[in-house]
């Protein structure tokens, strides 16, 4: 039995699991485009159908297929503001940089549309902070050209930097300033200056344990050429 293109598109949205299955064992080819490009995978991830996710892809959906947008499972269920799902394509192996037609990697699609907590996990399995999209913009720059003070104040403390300039010569706070309010920005650019000065004090730190415990290694190599010396001495 041949499904329509109508019909794929319904189960997809729905996550309707068993019809999934069921068109799938049919001959339904599993990446084939349904609607602009997106494919069963894209649109149950777009839903934010996890279970519909987790199946299609044991059946052999590929993870990295892009619509006419550029975007992948995991780039939709970010815009979309899906953390379960955009989790739980991580976990089956999705790739968090991929980039889209405007070259906009999941976490900056994410901290565009104002997920927070899900731009905090994508950070902290690993997304690349200060990344850019084709028109020079971080995911920083992104929340901040939305008035997202919450999002911009969190990625900042994450460690996003704050000294990118836009296609248009604008920076995060000035973005913010703009699209929230002059205080706004003044404080994310105070609060970038901290965390900069607070990375940096931590980098230093860290240069100095690792000075200390390389001349604790020299001392102790030292320390055994003595005795060795001191035992040869002796023996004369």
């Known amino acids: 039995m041949a499904y329509s293109a109508r019909a794929l598109l319904g189960f997809a949205e729905d996550g309707d699991v068993s019809s999934i299955a069921d068109a799938l064992d049919a001959g339904t080819a599993i990446d084939a485009p349904i609607a602009k490009g997106k494919t069963l995978l894209i649109i149950a991830a777009e839903k934010g159908h996890t279970e519909a996710c987790r199946m299609l892809v044991r059946k052999g959906a590929c993870l990295e297929t892009q619509s006419d947008a550029g975007r992948t499972a995991l780039s939709v269920a970010c815009f979309s503001g899906h953390t379960d799902t955009a989790l739980a394509l991580l976990d089956l192996g999705a790739n968090l940089e991929t980039l889209d037609v405007h070259c906009q990697t999941p976490l900056i699609l994410a ?34 050209s939305e008035g997202d003070v919450e999002t911009s104040m969190m990625l900042v403390e994450l460690g996003a930097g704050a000294a990118f300039v836009s296609n248009a010569g604008l920076t995060a706070a000035q973005l913010l300033s703009s699209q929230a309010s002059p205080e706004a920005g003044a404080a994310l650019a105070e ?23 390389r001349l604790d290694v020299a001392l102790v190599s030292l320390e055994k050429e003595v005795c060795k010396l001191e035992a040869r001495s002796a023996t004369i």
């Open 191 to 213: 609060r970038a200056e901290a965390a900069a000065r607070e990375r940096a004090a931590a980098e230093a730190e860290r240069q100095r344990r690792i000075r200390m415990a």
């Open 111 to 144: 901290a565009w549309k104002g997920h927070t907590a899900l731009a905090v996990a994508l950070v902290k399995r690993g997304a690349k902070i200060n990344a850019l999209s084709s028109n020079r913009m971080t995911a920083l720059m992104a929340a901040a």
